[in-house]
T-cell receptor
């Protein structure tokens, strides 16, 4: 398995609270991604990073922010969690950002009550 | 292999049979395709990829076929084993304006292998 660690693996939080999910990689890959996976929607890109301090929005970025201060860490923050953000979140990494496979972490199951 | 609402397409096979999982992709400009396998409670796992200048690519027990005319991708698994039971996703890379292409995933197909 690619060296990707997501933390926490499970979290229950209350509506309106901030939540930060962490993705840590040991592969020194330049590109990192956050996806969410929901029944009926498959995997959808939230945000991605193409280098330290370089990030951009994906297709479902509203309500989320990201930061990448080091190559190995990519943080996803829900500023004020809502029930619609209950989902399984996956981090992925790739060596290049184009025409190459992305390797996924084990996922974080987030429940907003 | 596209889903409707919450109900994913399913494929049930006997151990030892060959499996074919299909995927219709969305964008004729897509130039790179990947198949992923996802087991329950785990992240997607890369199986095989193919570029748009190819029609066929083979891996270990798996073959991917690409038909650009009808925007169709298939994954063939030879001698299917119970350990192959999982959800299989296709993903397409849609060229973007930057160096990053957009990876778009299909809904997935549930493969169940019976001993």
């Amino acid at each position: 398995d690619a060296g990707i660690t997501q933390s926490p693996r499970h979290k229950v939080t209350e509506t309106g609270t901030p939540v930060t999910l962490r993705c840590h990689q040991t592969e020194n890959h330049r590109y990192m991604y956050w996806y969410r996976q929901d029944p009926g929607h498959g995997l959808r890109l939230i945000h991605y990073s193409y280098g330290v301090k370089d990030t951009d929005k994906g297709e479902v970025s509203d309500g989320y922010s990201v930061s990448r201060s080091k190559t190995e860490d990519f943080l996803l923050t829900l500023e004020s969690a809502t029930s619609s953000q209950t989902s399984v979140y996956f981090c992925a990494i790739s060596r290049t950002g184009y025409n190459t496979e992305a390797f996924f972490g084990q996922g974080t199951r987030l429940t907003v009550v | 292999g596209e889903s409707v609402g919450l109900h994913l397409p399913t494929l049930s096979v006997q151990e030892g049979d060959n499996s074919i999982i299909n995927c219709a992709y969305s964008n004729s400009a897509s130039d790179y395709f990947i198949w992923y396998k996802q087991e329950s409670g785990k992240g997607p796992q890369f199986i095989i990829d193919i570029r748009s200048n190819m029609d066929k690519r083979q891996g270990q027990r798996v073959t991917v076929l690409l038909n650009k005319t009808v925007k169709h991708l298939s994954l063939q698994i030879a001698a299917t084993q119970p350990g192959d039971s999982a959800v299989y996703f296709c993903a397409e890379n849609i060229p973007g304006g930057t160096s990053y292409g957009k990876l778009t995933f299909g809904q997935g197909t549930i493969l169940t292998v019976h001993p």
